[in-house]
């Protein structure tokens, strides 16, 4: 079996939870996920079965959540997950006041990751040094974000504010929580997380655990073709001859007529081949092979 499944990720268990699932139910060794979910985020996760596990890196970049902000609270996670570091009612804050500084989170910002977050400092990652009680600086890293709208706004003593924002990879929902409370000083953090879109896959879309394991009974699942999840790449055809020296790994001659890039690599009679990157090198312009899919 090869392919994808949009899956619902729950609450409470993590991506990696997640991948032993879906090995156990589809008994494959070789299942990974295309976006890591926190333990209390639900919403879309990307999971790749068999030989598109090789794909996970070629996916659509692109994201969309629906959020809950909490104002007047700061926990040590940017999330309701971790101790509460502060909480000081705010209840004379209002929706304009707030929507003042939604626009600063637009395009390309410059973002600082939770401290509990996955990425490495030194060869660790920042969950395990903050664990361990180590005050490491979290490296600033540029994200886009393409749009934020305004979905609903509860007011009271801790204010909540609904958001549903689209962002490029590598944005953390929680420090934009975290930032937007801070801009307002009062303080702020994540109180809930729905990805609805991610690597393409939409939430109507996609099966829970339950629904996976009932299709699974009944023989009736069907994984997501590798050429469907890759469709933002646009497809480029090679004949007979050429598609198999493309898959024996050799570089071929470029095709002068389309962009530098990468590209879907089809066969002339339609299949699949793999992922192929058009470069320039020096004058010469050649068609890499990047992951050859055909066996």
């Not at 985020?41 to 079965?49: C, K």
């Not at 309701?80 to 209840?91: F, I, N, R, T």
């Not at 990805?195 to 009974?217: D, I, M, N």
Request: one cysteine or more; glycine letters at 10%; aromatic letters at 6%.
């Amino acid at each position: 079996m090869n392919g994808f499944l949009n899956l619902n990720k729950p609450f409470g268990l993590t991506s990696h939870d997640c991948v032993a699932r879906v090995r156990r139910l589809l008994r494959l060794k070789r299942v990974g996920h295309g976006g890591t979910l926190d333990p209390a985020a639900i919403g879309v996760l990307p999971i790749a079965v068999g030989r598109s596990t090789r794909l996970l890196q070629y996916l659509s970049p692109d994201k969309a959540y629906r959020a809950t902000v909490r104002l007047g609270v700061r926990t040590a996670t940017d999330d309701m997950a971790g101790e509460v570091l502060a909480a000081d009612p705010c209840s004379q804050l209002t929706l304009p006041e707030v929507q003042k500084f939604l626009p600063e989170f637009l395009g390309k910002i410059q973002q600082i990751p939770p401290s509990y977050s996955a990425i490495q400092v030194g060869g660790k990652r920042l969950y395990e040094l903050a664990r361990a009680g180590e005050v490491v600086e979290a490296p600033v890293r540029t994200v886009e974000i393409f749009s934020i709208e305004v979905l609903d706004w509860r007011s009271g003593d801790y204010p909540e504010l609904d958001v549903a924002i689209a962002c490029g990879t590598g944005t953390y929902i929680r420090a934009i929580a975290r930032d937007l409370g801070d801009m307002l000083g009062v303080g702020g953090t994540l109180s809930a997380l729905e990805r609805t879109l991610s690597s393409g896959f939409e939430l109507p879309h996609s099966l829970t655990l339950e629904t996976l394991a009932e299709q699974v009974e009944l023989e009736t699942f069907k994984a997501i073709a590798p050429e469907s999840a890759l469709r933002h790449i646009p497809q480029l055809t090679l004949e007979s001859e050429t598609a198999k020296r493309w898959c024996q790994g050799q570089k071929i001659e470029g095709d002068r007529s389309i962009d530098l890039g990468f590209y879907q690599i089809r066969h002339e009679d339609e299949s699949f081949l793999g992922i192929g990157e058009q470069v320039l090198n020096g004058e010469e312009l050649l068609l890499i092979p990047k992951m050859v899919w055909a066996e």
